[in-house]
């Protein structure tokens, strides 16, 4: 059963960059079924698309984000991750990741989320 | 830029009893493959996004057949038979047709 499991700081400074991995287990990462991506839920808010990834490497960004968003992927490790650069009190969120398959384009399959707080 | 608008913001509903959310886009979700790639999650407190439903009305692997979608174009309506306990959160219609993926606002349902 495919899993995918957030890890990184749940702490950065403001000014910092954020940076974040997912790791899926029971499946592979190197399949051309998949676009793997980063959603975002600030506190008490609503979800935000922040990228996506195909295994290839091409790359998919919110233009909201775009300048500061940078998704990478190893399929040597089978994860991804991403990276936000120059973080304010605005980006503090849980941050998921998620498989979404090519052919329904929903987001079916989500890591459990790690809350990231920006704050000196 | 589109804009996917929910209603209601918030349902209260007796269990046992129907529940309906209306999802709208501001523009066609009609894709030039001729798929509409709308979708809706479920979020239990405390819990990540679990999708419900795909491509306006197909049911995702392991979903009761209580819940239900349809729509076409630019209103979309996911709808529960008989909610129970368990339904307790909140839902969000997604469209992936046009760039960028966009989240709706969210519904909140809770019990009465």
Known sequence: QLQLQESGPGLVKPSETLSLTCTVSGGSISSSSY?????????????????????????????????????????????????????????????????????????????????????S | DIVMTQTPLSSPVTLGQPASISCRSSQSLVHSDGNTYLSWLQQRPGQPPRLLIYKISNRFS?????????????????????????????????????????FGQGTKLEIK
């Open chain 2, 62 to 102: 392991g979903v009761p057949d209580r819940f239900s979608g349809s729509g076409a174009g630019t209103d979309f309506t996911l709808k529960i038979s008989r909610v129970e306990a368990e339904d307790v959160g909140v839902y969000y219609c997604m469209q992936a047709t046009q760039f960028p993926p966009l």
């Open chain 1, 35 to 119: 676009y793997w991506g980063w959603i975002r839920q600030p506190p008490g808010k609503g979800l935000e698309w922040i990228g996506s990834i195909y295994y290839s490497g091409s790359t998919y960004y919110n233009p909201s984000l775009k300048s500061r968003v940078t998704i990478s992927v190893d399929t040597s490790k089978n994860q991804f991750s991403l990276k936000l650069s120059s973080v304010t009190a605005a980006d503090t969120a849980v941050y998921y990741c998620a498989r979404r398959p090519v052919v329904t384009a929903a987001f079916d399959i989500w890591g459990q989320g790690t809350m990231v707080t920006v704050s």
